[in-house]
């Protein structure tokens, strides 16, 4: 039984300027190298974006996160082998893979930095390896003409899908291919069994074979109250598990009715309060509350944001429903040509294209 441990995004360096937000980055490498060896996994792969700065490192940053590589897989001898995806944080180039800040990591006994899209036989399961890459419909056609493995694994942005969770932004990803602008939509990946995805923070299903994993511990409060975790995935049934980061520091975002009700435990978290009128008298005393009986690790007051927020679970089940609609109307337009026909002088093919693209503007 072969078993991989698969995370992405934790962006480390000192979030915030708190050099105790660099340690809470390392103590989740720690942990991710703790659950593999206790779920029993062979592997570690990491998609994308182990540090955060892309043309520059702060030297402890990195000397924190190599000598943590180094006791795992060289002074403790684990038997793991960890692959790590570069992602666009860590390019200096945009449009260039070996340039990147992972690369001097590949030293390190076992541990295998994948800088070019690269298929890989593991544990008897074919993986398809994808960096960021400005041109994804082009290298994931490349390797459909090769072979298409039974997973890719790729750090990417898809049309569609969310980038806040909390206030439901989607994002919009249209790149020039073959001549013509076109969406990175999620059938791009029918070709796979499975897509597990790098890139956004917000971890989400996309389809019933693609899924963002997410970062493993909430970085800002784009990401509040979201929880995080990591994917266990045995390779041979393709069965998954997900376990939670249940110690990290957490980001909330509350307003005046949830201090006076102590809604949520603030103590040790990142607390943002958002007011309707920042210049309001009994401010100063609302803050003093919160650092008196909380103690958070920080405390920020914004103006409330007048987009609507996801309340709930079932919030956001609703807005999947959507984006599923939003996906058959395509469906619904290749009918729509086939029933109504092709107006002379005008190919059908071309025809669902520049409706297609018509169907992605906003």
């Known amino acids: 039984m072969s078993k991989a441990l698969i995370c992405s995004d934790l962006h480390i360096h000192a979030h915030k300027d708190r050099i105790d937000r660099?340690?809470?980055?390392?103590?989740?490498?720690?942990?991710?190298?703790?659950?593999?060896?206790?779920?029993?996994?062979?592997?570690?792969?990491?998609?994308?974006?182990?540090?955060?700065?892309?043309?520059?490192?702060?030297?402890r940053n990195y000397l924190h996160t190599f000598e943590c590589f180094m006791k795992h897989l060289l002074e403790d001898g684990k038997d793991v082998n960890v692959y790590l995806l570069v992602g666009n944080h860590d390019m200096y180039h945009r449009a260039r893979w070996d340039v990147n800040s992972i690369r001097p990591f590949s030293a390190i006994p076992n541990l295998h930095v994948i800088q070019s899209p690269l298929s890989i036989n593991i544990g008897g399961t074919k993986i398809n390896w994808l960096p960021h890459t400005e041109n994804p419909l082009g290298h994931l056609k490349d390797f459909q003409e090769e072979g298409v493995g039974d997973i890719l694994l790729a750090h990417l942005a898809v049309h569609g899908a969310l980038t806040n969770l909390f206030y439901g932004t989607k994002s919009d990803v249209i790149v020039e291919y073959d001549n013509e602008m076109t969406p990175v939509d999620v059938s791009v990946f029918d070709p796979w069994d499975m897509t597990i995805l790098g890139h956004y923070h917000g971890a989400q299903q996309l389809s019933d074979k693609v899924e963002y994993v997410g970062?493993?511990?909430?970085?800002?409060?784009?990401?509040?109250?979201?929880?995080?975790?990591?994917?266990?995935?045995?390779?041979?049934?393709?069965?998954?598990?997900?376990?939670?980061?249940?110690?990290?520091?957490?980001?909330?975002?509350?307003?005046?009715?949830?201090?006076?009700?102590?809604?949520?435990?603030?103590?040790?978290?990142?607390?943002?309060?958002?007011?309707?009128?920042?210049?309001?008298?009994?401010?100063?005393?609302?803050?003093?509350?919160?650092?008196t009986e909380s103690q958070p690790l920080s405390l920020d007051v914004k103006k409330e944001d007048s987009r609507k927020k996801l309340e709930s679970e079932e919030d956001l089940s609703a807005l999947e429903d959507v984006q599923n609609v939003l996906a058959n109307i395509e469906d619904v337009l290749e009918q729509y040509v086939q029933d109504m026909g092709v107006p002379a002088g005008l190919k059908q093919p071309h025809l669902l294209k520049i409706g297609k693209q018509c169907l992605v503007k906003k």
Do not use: M
């Open 22 to 59: 660099l340690h809470n980055c390392v103590e989740v490498l720690n942990w991710i190298f703790e659950q593999a060896e206790e779920q029993g996994c062979d592997n570690i792969f990491f998609l994308g974006d182990l540090f955060h700065e892309r043309d520059k490192i702060d030297v």
């Open 215 to 291: 970062s493993p511990l909430q970085l800002s409060f784009g990401e509040a109250f979201q929880k995080k975790h990591v994917i266990i995935l045995d390779l041979d049934t393709k069965t998954k598990t997900y376990v939670e980061n249940k110690f990290s520091p957490k980001h909330f975002i509350v307003n005046t009715q949830d201090v006076e009700n102590e809604a949520y435990d603030l103590n040790g978290h990142f607390v943002r309060l958002t007011v309707e009128d920042t210049g309001r008298k009994d401010l100063i005393d609302i803050k003093r509350k919160i650092h």
